[in-house]
């Protein structure tokens, strides 16, 4: 590890649990990795609105996050559309309430298909997986972040600053 603590040798992470989070209008999916950042797993869907950013806090605070890693919905062309700009938006208010915690934004395209599809693959039809889709989301994303931290030895994504 780097002297600055962000850097690894590439197949490695930085040791700490990692939330993930989905963000959607109505829902929003939690996920988590083993503090050894191997594997991620689905932890809670939170309603968007009812003190969810309280309740994030609190998973960070119980899990001890190292960071969280909110997905931003890209379009395929790369371009941020209304989606993406709600995802940055709640990823700065979820920066505020967890200032020290980092909080950073990844690609996260075609997370709910990838996830849609193991829910099928598993025998799980959409509308059975309602509750589910969003944890698998994040669970995808987290996993996601992981496996590019392993690869280059740089924590992914971008850092969200916390407003002055």
């Not at 309602?130 to 971008?158: C, K, T």
């Amino acid at each position: 590890m780097s002297p600055d603590g962000q850097r690894t040798a590439p197949g490695e992470v930085r040791r700490g649990v990692r939330l993930g989070v989905d963000v959607g209008s109505r829902r929003v999916g939690v996920a988590r990795s083993d503090a050894a950042g191997i594997l991620a797993v689905p932890v809670a869907t939170l309603q968007r609105g009812r003190g969810d950013l309280a309740a994030l806090a609190a998973l960070a605070a119980e899990h001890e996050a190292l960071e969280v890693i909110v997905g931003l919905p890209l379009g395929l062309d790369g371009r941020e559309g209304a989606a993406a700009a709600a995802a940055r938006d709640y990823a700065q208010q979820l920066a505020a309430a967890l200032a020290p915690v980092v909080v950073r934004t990844v690609d996260e395209r075609l997370t709910t298909v990838s996830a849609q599809r193991g829910l099928h693959e598993a025998g799980r039809s959409v509308k059975s997986s309602r509750s589910v889709i969003d944890q698998a989301a994040a669970v995808v994303i987290v996993q996601h972040a992981l496996d590019a931290e392993r690869a280059s030895g740089e924590p992914a994504g971008a850092v969200v600053e916390v407003p002055a």
